[in-house]
Every structure is written in C-alpha cells, then in structure tokens.
C-alpha cells in the first residue's frame, strides 16, 4: 500500500484559504493528503502548533499566508515571517527534515498556484516517507 | 574578584543606608565557598555577609520580578546579568528608575560542578556590563571568542544525527523545571506547560511530552535569551540547553541584526519586523 | 554467609544478578552516577558516592500507569494495570537510602491503607546495601543515627576493600540469593575479619549533623515566623529538590490521553511547584514560595514525624546538592530551630 502521508495546513482566511476554495471551485485537482485548518491571519499561527503536529504525527505541515505587504491586517505577515522563520530553524536544529515544515505566500487569486503548490508538497513528502523522528507515540523509529 | 566583593559591599552599605534603595540583589556565602547563594541586603549590617567570588554565576535578573512594582532595587549583574536586565527594561517589566545597576566587569567565573572556567562555549562570553549606574571594577579586555562555535559540531551534523543527538539529552529531562525558573525571562504566569486547557505537553517526562515543553521554550526565549548559562548549570541532569538557546539566538541575530539585550532602547526581535525582512529566511 | 568478589567484575556480578531478576544498579551518564534498570551488566558502576536520584524510583516510578484506556464509540475500556512485578533487585544502595524505604513504607504500607503499587513491588524486591567509605560535605546522615556502614535494612550488605568486594547475607532472602550466586567466591576467616574491620570504619566515618531535638513541636511553633520569607528568598521553585529526594512522595494523577488512548498515572508532583496547590475552584493557600518552602521543611520534618514516628529525611544531602541556588536544607532547619 502506497504511503499516503497526513499533512496539516495551515492557512489565513484572507488569502490562502480564499485561494484555496478557488482551487476547488475552479475544479483544479490536487492530492487530498493536506487537512486545512483556517486561521484569520498568518500571526495567528502559535508556533507551538507546528511543534505539536509534528509530534502527533504530522508528515508535513505547510502554512499559507498572504503576500508581505498585501496582508489584510496590514502587518500581521510581517510577524508570522519573523515567527515562521525561526520556528523553522527550531525545528531543523532539532533535527527534523527540514522539507517537511513550508512556508509560502498564497493569494486569494493564486488558485491554480495553491494546488500546484499542495501537489509538489505532497509529492515531496511522499518521497520523505512517513515522520518518525518526533512523532515518537506512531511507532517511530525505535 | 576580592576588589569587587570590598566594593560590592561598600556601595550596597551606602545605597541601604541612604535609604536610595530597599534591597540589594547581590550574593552570600552558602554551606561553603564554592557555593555561594543569591543574597538580598535589606539593611546595611546584611552586607557585611554579602560575598562575589568566582562561584558566583546566579543572574540576579531572575529576582527582579519578585518585588513589588516599585520597589527600588540595587542589583549586582556581570556581563551576561546585565543583560537580562535590559531584556526586561525592553519588556517593560521594571523601570528603570527603580534600579540601581552595580555592574561587574569580570571573567574567570567557575562552574562549582567542574571547576572549569565559563567562557563563551556556554554562555554568550560578555564580560562587561552593558548597562550600569556604577562599574565595580576595571573593564576587562573583551574576547574574540565567538559564542557559536561551539555550534559548529551540531550544525555540521546530519539532520538525523542532530535528532539522535536531541532525543538522547531530551528524554533525559525530567521536568523539574529548573531551566525556566533559572531564567529571568520565564515570568509567564502561568507557564503555558503548567495549563491543562490547552494541555501543549503532558505532565509525565515522556520524550515527547519533554520535546513539546523544550522546542516551546527554546522559541519563547527567541531574541529573549542572553545565554547566560543559568538553565544548563541549574539542570540537575545536565542537559545542554545552552547549546539550543544558543542556535536561536546566532539565527535571530543574522536574520535579524540585533542580539538580545544589549540596549534599552531596542524593540525585541519578536515583537518587531521590518518590511525588508528577507523571505529567505523561511527556507 | 561472606562471599567475595574481585572489584574488576562488576559485570559478571551484574549478569549473574540479572539472572535472578530484573536487576537495578547504578549506571554513569553526563550528570553523574543514577540508579537505571540494567539491560547491559556492563553498564554497572559501583565506583560512586552517591547517586545524582534516589532509587525511590524502584518502588514509587516517576510515572506510574495505574489504569489504562480506550475511548470507544460504545464507551470507555479500561483496563487496570496488573500489579504482579517480576522478581527485583536493588545493587548499591547507601545506608541513607535503604533506612529512606522504611521512612516510605509507614506511609504507603503501614496500617491503614496500604499502597498496592508501592507494596507489591516492595514485596519481591532484594536490597543490597552498599557501605559509604567517604563523606561528602553535603552528608547529615548521621542526624538520623544511619551510620556510614549500617547494615540494618538491607538484605545483603556490601563492602569495598582492596580490589575486592565482601558481601553479606544479612536476612533470609539475602542469604538465599547470595548462596545462589555462582560466580560469587567464599570468604575466608580473614575476609571475615576484614568485613568487620570495614564495618567498624564505616562507623567511624561521620557527618556533619542537624540538632533535631523538639524540632517538630518548634516548626509548629514558628510557622507564622517571618523567617521563612527571608529562608525562602533565593529559592527558584523549581522540583529538583523534591525530584532528587529519596524521601519525597507528593504525587498528583493525571489522565493522559492522546487520540482516544491513554492512562490514568501518577506521576510525582513537588510542593516547590506554584501550582502544587492550585484547587480546580481557582483558589491557591500556597501563592508564596515561603509558604511552599516552609511546607516541604514542616513536612519532612514536623508532620511526617508526629504522624509516623520518623522524619521524612534521611540526610543524604542530594537536595543540597542540586539545588540550583544552593540552598542547604541543614542552615534552613537549624536556622528556624533556633528561632526565639
């Protein structure tokens, strides 16, 4: 059985959620490994999310968030950039894979970009296999 | 260090009896020399008892927030201590009126544990204050020691090796929290691991309930921390938290341009962007 | 009986030991010299002063699974976990810390309620004891009338002499365990004259001592003494006292569950914790360290003695030790004994 891996999304209402349901009723199609959580906005994002989803067993998580400078708080993105950049560096000197956690920037308009972005993410994760470094209660890699 | 205790006394002795402070944050003698402990002076025969050797590692910062707002303070702060007190100044969490900073320009300080010197493969190697009212010594010579080469080992590791390297120490934890309440700037109250709604981590010291709490507190502390050190002396397992505080502190300066705690007048990294903040840095 | 062993085969003893059951030892790490289930008899240090925990952790874990369960769609399994523990044995235990499991026996299996989980485990486990030949600054021992080489409490009592190690067969099980133990030699008259030369050493060897005499009436007496703020000011509040201690058992159980699986466990708890006392209506008696501070001393060593007879401290001087601060539990209670 072919490995179909769990990734969590997490996406700002603005922008990448609204580009994301474009997607779909665009009737783009793309790999349905991605559950997405919706968030108002990028800042919302509390770090300790990704650490946590990753340690339930997360084989990726990938957060959208408007473009810098289009975001709909104005600034809220300038933060999660700030936040997002280090809890990747947390999380790479931690040890984990570091193409597992991704960031990107996903308007309202970017669609078809959403599902290319989701499908690429997937493709790569499935290439990584499943997580077995924090997610230490799925079995792991003892 | 005998000059800056004569001092430390003699300006501690004044401020009491002046009355221009109630409590001098400084150091005493413990069950031996090799272990002193925090001492707070409340009158001026109290600091006749009041000691600084090298043994003398505590950061006072972490006793600021134990007052009353308001209360004027006097407090003994090496290089890295000086610091912290800026962090909180940053934070808004004394004022600066209130304090009297009696800065100690020193190197040679010893981990009682080892004996060895500390330097800047465990802690961030500043030994002047960076803030003080009155300098109880001479400025010493600062190092060019980088306090991130010590990285160099686990930085070059392959990501899998780093994770062996992090689950072994991290099981090891066994969640006495000694780390967060060494630190200064873990005055959270209450501390999100101690909250059962939303529960972040278990309270048994499971590995992944230990990661959960550690990752946590490594980004709480980001552009927070002033590597000083105290988490990893107070560890009673020796976990070398340090050299995690450390990482974050070397990526946030880079990405960032600031380093923790060195002035007043800074905006703490985390609570701050520019508009010129690379996208690079999320890859 | 007496037999012997060379001082180079600690392993061998630890393997043969592990044949007679699940063998407890301690074991080097980073941090010092801690007791550990032993999977590999070459792990097995004796070369310590004393260990960086108690081996309070044999009998009372830092986590101990009481029920565990399944949140179905009909309604919730569970499943008590069964207290039968395969046969047990504790090598190296210091005088102080064998006398630590009868201060923990009054409470968890004296009269009254016993503690199944502490008790079942107590009941098969064998203790070899293992003589101090030095003293650490730390040690107040001697306080509790422990000598160096006390040999009551254990099973088999052991010594180290040159480049040998003489163990003792001291009740009935320790007798039936040592006899059993092949690659074990007997001793001579001569190893037996040394034995007791070893034990009249280790009796001679004392430690600094805390005066105890009425102490738990003053504590009584003192406890709205401003003292304790200023005892309690460097204190960080941290666990690492209570964790390290061989005498403390504040537990707290929790139901930890993760995707509708999980377990009903106790885990320890420490009075040094700003939430030890937090009542679900949101109300705190114990917001100041000085409260909590005063408390693990009234504790240790008034309640726990005007209840059970004994104080909950054996003097083992761990809790000095570690203590970030270096707060000395010593300076502490003498410092309220000799309040006015």
Avoid at chain 2, 156 to 165: N, P
């Amino acid at each position: 059985m072919e490995f179909e891996p769990k990734i969590l999304g997490i996406a700002c209402n603005w922008c990448t959620y609204t580009g994301a349901d474009l997607a779909g009723t665009t009737r783009v199609q793309y790999p349905h490994n991605i559950r997405v959580a919706r968030v108002m906005c990028s800042s919302r994002i509390n770090p300790s999310f990704i650490f946590r989803a990753f340690e339930l067993g997360a084989d990726g998580v990938l957060v959208g968030g408007c473009h810098p400078g289009d975001c709909h708080y104005s600034t809220g993105n300038y933060y999660a950039r700030r936040k997002l950049a280090v809890t990747k560096k947390i999380l790479d000197f931690a040890g984990l894979e570091p193409e597992r956690f991704r960031v990107e920037w996903i308007s309202a308009s970017e669609g078809t970009r959403y599902a290319d972005i989701v499908k690429e993410f997937t493709e790569e994760i499935k290439t990584l296999g499943p997580q077995r470094r924090f997610a230490i209660r799925k079995g792991a890699d003892e | 260090m005998k000059q800056i205790e004569t001092r430390l006394r003699e300006e501690a002795k004044r401020l009491l009896e002046t009355g221009e402070v109630a409590v001098v944050l400084a150091y005493g003698r413990g069950y031996d020399d090799r272990h002193p402990m925090p001492y707070a002076a409340k009158t001026a025969s109290d600091t006749e008892r009041i000691v600084f050797n090298e043994y003398c590692t505590h950061n006072m910062a972490r006793y600021l927030m134990d007052y009353p707002p308001g209360t004027r303070i006097a407090i003994a702060v090496k290089g890295c201590d000086s610091r912290a007190v800026v962090v909180l100044l940053q934070e808004e969490k004394i004022n600066r009126e209130n304090l009297v900073i009696l800065g100690i320009p020193v190197t040679g300080m010893k981990d009682p544990k080892t004996d060895r010197v500390i330097d800047a493969s465990t802690t961030a190697g500043t030994p002047n204050p960076v803030l003080y009212d009155i300098l109880l010594g001479e400025t010493v010579p600062e190092s060019d020691a980088s306090p991130y080469v010590v990285l160099e080992e686990l930085e070059e590791m392959a990501g899998a090796d780093r994770w062996t390297f992090w689950k072994k120490e991290l099981a090891r934890c066994i969640r006495c929290y000694a780390c967060r309440q060494a630190c200064p700037m873990c005055y959270c109250d209450p501390c999100f691991v101690d909250q059962a709604e939303p529960r972040w981590a278990d309270k048994s010291p499971s590995i992944e309930s230990n990661l959960m709490f550690h990752l946590t507190r490594f980004y709480h502390l980001a552009g927070r921390c002033v590597d000083c050190g105290e988490c990893s002396r107070a560890c009673p397992m020796e976990i070398p938290l340090y050299l995690f505080h450390k990482k974050v502190a070397k990526e946030c300066e880079e990405m960032f341009e600031q380093a923790a705690g060195m002035s007043v007048d800074d905006k703490p990294v985390m609570v701050d962007f520019r508009v010129e903040d690379a996208d690079e840095i999320l890859l | 009986m007496l037999r012997k062993i060379a001082v180079e085969k600690v392993e061998t003893l630890a393997s043969a030991l592990m044949e007679k059951g699940e063998l407890f030892a301690p074991v080097a790490d980073s941090a010092g010299v801690d007791f550990q289930k032993i999977d590999s008899p070459g792990d097995v240090t004796l070369d310590f002063a004393n260990t960086l925990r108690s081996p309070k952790s044999v009998f009372f874990p830092q986590a101990d699974d009481m029920v565990r369960y399944r949140l179905t769609s009909g309604g919730i399994e569970t499943k008590a976990v069964p207290l039968s523990f395969e046969s047990r044995i504790i090598l190296g235990v210091r005088p102080c810390d064998v006398r630590s499991f009868e201060v923990m026996d009054r409470l968890f299996a004296g009269g009254g309620i016993v503690d199944p989980y502490w008790a079942e485990r107590r009941k098969d486990t064998t203790i070899i004891g293992y003589a101090f030949d030095a003293v650490d600054p730390a040690d107040f021992y001697t306080t509790f009338g422990i000598g160096a080489a006390d040999q009551a409490g254990s099973d088999i009592f052991m010594v180290k002499g040159e480049g040998v190690f003489l163990l003792k067969g001291i009740t009935e099980r320790g007798e039936d365990l040592l006899g059993s133990i092949t690659v074990l030699e007997d001793a001579s008259a001569q190893d037996e004259a040394y034995f007791e030369k070893k034990i009249a050493e280790g009796a001679g060897l004392k430690t600094r001592t805390l005066a105890t005499e009425g102490i738990a009436k003053k504590l009584e007496k003192v406890f709205e003494s401003p003292y304790w703020i200023e005892a309690a000011a460097p204190c960080l509040n941290c666990g690492a006292c209570t964790f390290v201690c061989p005498t403390c058992h504040c537990f707290d159980i929790q139901d930890e569950t993760l995707f509708g699986e999980g377990a009903r466990r106790r885990i320890w708890d420490s009075c040094m914790f700003t939430d030890f006392t937090l009542h679900t209506s949101g109300h705190n008696p114990r917001t100041k360290k000085s409260q909590r501070l005063r408390q693990r001393i009234n504790h240790k060593f008034s309640y726990y003695m005007t209840n059970f007879d004994i104080f909950s401290c054996v003097g083992c001087g761990r809790c000095t030790r570690s203590c970030p601060v270096n707060i000395d539990i010593v300076a502490i209670v003498e410092g309220a004994a000799t309040l006015p």
